[in-house]
């Protein structure tokens, strides 16, 4: 049971748990319709319930749902409840800085200063089904705002879903795209070839540095040392690959193990194979 301390709209109420007296953030079709200041009432099944208690990234929940509007709280609700859909349990406190970010998303196209995220179509191959759960915001802001978000802001978002479904803050998210990036155009550089973003040899290559980053991140190791033979078998791919690991090394801030070096290199062998037979 709850207490109504605020009637934001009548999709969005701030509530007082009866049981812990602590504030709660509840949005819901209708719920907030017709409802006073104090009133009890119990939410139905529709509803989602949120904790005001949450400290985030951008700041403390309380605070932010006061710069943001209602709608942009029901967006982010209802991009997470597409997240649950698709991958089943989720972090529910992404949800504020979500609104947070959509609050000036909006504000920015509505201003006419669109942005442009030269990794956009990384994040959409990256983490293509929380890009996939992202887009039903399209729709959704165009229904409610009339605002035309574009892919873009749709990869912004799609990192704090990520972040939603993994222990991973959203800024991390953006550090694994941007070294993802930074190894694919090192690739293409040494090897004098651009890779098709949406080729075979690209996806293999960035789901290899995709883990690879991670476990650079995590401190975690590869179990079989694959490079005496690939120095042998692919000695270019594997000086590009040294390369590489080298530069990446820098900008992750982290040494990358040289057991990685072969494994990388074997996907650089393959891309310059995939241009022979071009």
């Known amino acids: ?120 179509d990384d994040i959409r191959v990256l983490f293509h089904r929380e890009y996939k759960v992202a887009q039903c915001i399209q729709p959704l802001l165009l229904e409610r705002m009339q605002v035309q978000i574009d892919e873009h802001e749709i990869g912004y978002i799609a990192l704090h879903v990520h972040s939603a479904i993994e222990d991973e803050k959203v800024s991390q998210a953006m550090q694994m795209a941007q070294a993802v990036r930074e190894c694919i155009s090192l690739v293409e550089k040494e090897t004098g070839k651009q890779i098709d973003i949406m080729s075979l040899t690209y996806n293999r290559l960035m789901n290899h540095v995709r883990n690879m980053v991670a476990r650079a991140l995590n401190g975690e190791s590869l179990k079989i040392d694959m490079n005496e033979y690939i120095e042998i078998k692919f000695p270019e791919a594997f000086e590009t690959s040294r390369k590489i690991c080298k530069a990446l090394g820098r900008s992750l801030k982290c040494s990358l193990q040289d057991i990685e070096i072969g494994y990388l290199a074997m996907h650089i062998a393959q891309v310059t194979m995939d241009e022979l037979n071009d």
């Open 1 to 120: 049971m709850y207490r109504i301390a605020k009637v934001l709209n009548h999709n969005s109420i701030i509530a007082i748990g009866k049981e812990d007296n602590a504030e709660y953030l509840i949005l819901g079709k209708g719920v907030g319709f017709g409802k006073k200041v104090t009133q009890q009432f119990e939410p139905g099944p529709e509803a989602t319930v949120y904790s005001l208690k949450e400290y985030t990234d951008r700041g403390d929940a309380k605070e932010i749902i006061k710069s943001v509007s209602p709608i942009c709280l029901e967006l982010a609700n209802a991009v997470l409840l597409e997240a649950r859909n698709t991958f089943g349990r989720i972090d529910g406190s992404i949800l504020f800085p979500m609104a947070d970010h959509i609050e000036y998303a909006v504000k920015r196209i509505q201003n006419h200063e669109q942005i442009s995220n030269p990794l956009t």
